[in-house]
């Protein structure tokens, strides 16, 4: 029995403070985990999943609580108790994806109109991008310059 496809979401990642601009077109299921969202965003941005990391959408933060030094942060949210889906019909259609605390690689994740959310295939699947991200360790936006 063929599986049921489940309603997708496409966005658009970009990778804040490099020039040229570094950004991916990626379809995932809307029914995602933050934690998986993450892992897809490792996979299509090029990085190593070696640093910590998290998602902020206006006052709502969500990342690893399984990390001692993040689980005394009062507002931080487990990102596997939150589906992109949850976020999504707060009305959120932009946040925000900080990799590596020490270089503070800073994404911003937009929805893309709920056409491109239609169009058949797989998921999570990058559909489009441009250029490759910087090495792991360079500094950040700064000493990547």
């Not at 966005?11 to 379809?27: D, M, N």
């Not at 990799?99 to 709920?114: N, Q, T």
């Not at 999570?124 to 441009?130: D, N, T, V």
């Amino acid at each position: 029995m063929a599986r049921k496809a489940l309603p997708t979401a496409v966005f658009r990642v970009e990778l804040l403070g490099i020039k040229p601009l570094i950004w991916r077109r990626v379809r995932v299921e809307r029914s995602v985990t933050f934690k998986q969202l993450h892992e897809t965003l490792q996979v299509v941005m090029g990085w190593q999943n070696s640093h910590l990391h998290e998602f902020r959408a206006g006052e709502l933060v969500l990342g690893m609580k399984d990390v001692d030094e993040l689980n005394e942060r009062e507002n931080l949210q487990d990102e596997d108790d939150w589906s992109l889906n949850e976020l999504l019909e707060t009305g959120v259609s932009e946040f925000e994806y900080v990799y590596d605390f020490g270089d503070d690689w800073a994404h911003r994740v937009v929805l893309e109109p709920a056409t491109r959310s239609r169009e058949p295939g797989p998921s999570p699947l990058c559909l489009a991008g441009e250029n490759a991200c910087p090495p792991e360790d360079v500094g950040g936006p700064h000493g990547y310059a």
